[in-house]
């Protein structure tokens, strides 16, 4: 009788619990009514200098199309990486609360990502699960779009890969999978662009004075992630108070090299 | 332990009689043992069929390692088993992104990737099959936050091979710049075709239509899957949205001349 009571209760503790493993956690869209802001400026300590990006059309079969693609692609580019105020401040950086579960609905909006002179643009840009990517070529020539979440060991994972060989072609694609991409195109190895796929509307970009500002965040203390591509990760906490402004300051010590310069 | 059972024996019964309710209540539950016996004899499968190469984790560190192969134009080949971690997968019929319908993954395991080393298992019980696709399903969380896409149905048409229709296709090869990749005379060896990488940043190499057969088998429907889906993970895009179905038959009739298939 007791072995039988000790079997059902692991049991029927052991059910549950596997289902349970198996659920991930979800973001869950509320009403937030007395929200907070977090507001602030993000900085580097040092000086960096924007890289020239090298680039090198291989002949192709065809004279012609060897010459199409040294007038659109150029033989250099600005790399636009480091894009720094007077005073340090910079642009392009990704400001994320991680690990938020509950808040605001994040809003349906589809994000265009242009193939325009053998660069993507925009370079970093914010995307909502649940909505589109929306995918345009807008050079003569072919460029392959593949989206890849960036993972831990310098890793990728597909997210999907589109051949577009035609200019003007637009190409309309869900979006399924949240997390940070990076986006690449095999033909012209040096492009690249980075997408923050989001559940939640939590997100911002730095503007050209390194500002941003996130709003209507319900109380709490949250994790912040600062990310940009040529720099290494900044994590701070910040309290989020009902109704008022957290001030958030953050400034890059360590740059890195982003993976189409490796 | 005895003692702590006999003075709690109403709480632990009434509790486990919530549980089971709320177990028995909540749907696919009847399935619940069925499923974790199929597990348990895919694992038994994969261990003695696939570990080797995949690895106990499926992460694809098996014992095999990475095997080398010369191609025939002198360059080496490197072959990696799968990282079904990951649940990327190559060799779908569903959309670039999407996860494969089980059929694909049967096929995968029921055919093997010659290619690349990976044996056919064909002669096992069709129930073993499908018990170790389930098991390696259980490698990536990706099987339990998606569902497979609706698969892209393949009608081959009767032109599909003839002169006309690989004339065509010989155009369209040109316009959707395969070549690149895969070289002009589809020999492998495109202006791009020694920079590509794949999702781990390897150096992977595009098919050479004129010596290799496709790792999925070179039957028309499959080149023209191969290029209507695209081959995740790889740079292989997927030209679904470029070409309508009729062009994607002229361009199957191409390469299969290439590969002195047709006709």
Known sequence: MKKILVFILLVALIIPALSYAKRTPRYKAVEV???????????????????????????KGDPEE????????????????????????VKNALVIVEGITHGRAAPKKDITINNLRCRFEPLVSIAYVKSYY?????????????LGKVLNAGARRTIFNLALPYRDQVIKKPNRVAGLINVRCDIHPWMRAYVYSSRHPYAAITDAGGNFEIRDIPPGTYKIRVWHEGFEDIIKEVKVKPDSTSDFRAVFTNTRRPFFMK | MKKIIKGNIFIIFALSLMVLAFAIESP??????????????????YEVRCLLCHGENGDGNGLAGIIRRAERNGRILEIYPRDLAMGVFRFRTTPTGCLPVDQDIIDIISNGVPRSFMPSYKHLPREDIKAVREYIKTFSFRW????????????????????????????????????????????????KSNDLKDDQGKQILPFNFTTGNLKRGSSPENVYITFTTGLDGTGMPSYEDSLNEEDRWHLVSYTLQLMKKGE
């Open chain 1, 66 to 89: 060897t010459r199409l693609e040294e007038d659109t692609c150029g033989s250099s580019q600005q790399a636009m990486m480091y894009v720094l105020s007077p005073d340090n401040e």
């Open chain 1, 134 to 146: 929306i995918i345009r070529n807008s050079d003569p020539l072919l460029h392959n779009t593949w």
């Open chain 1, 33 to 59: 009514t007395n929200g907070g802001t977090i507001k602030g400026t993000i900085k580097s300590e040092n000086r960096v200098d924007d890289p020239v990006i090298p680039i090198r059309v291989k002949p």
């Open chain 2, 28 to 45: 696919a539950r009847d399935d619940d043992a069925e499923y974790a016996a199929m597990i348990e004899s895919g694992r038994k499968v």
């Open chain 2, 144 to 191: 339990e936050e998606e569902e497979p896409c609706e698969p892209i149905s393949v009608n081959r048409p009767v032109w599909a091979g003839n002169p006309d229709s690989v004339r065509k296709g010989r155009k369209i090869y040109k316009e959707m710049k395969c070549g690149e990749c895969h070289g002009y005379t589809g020999k492998g060896d495109g202006p």
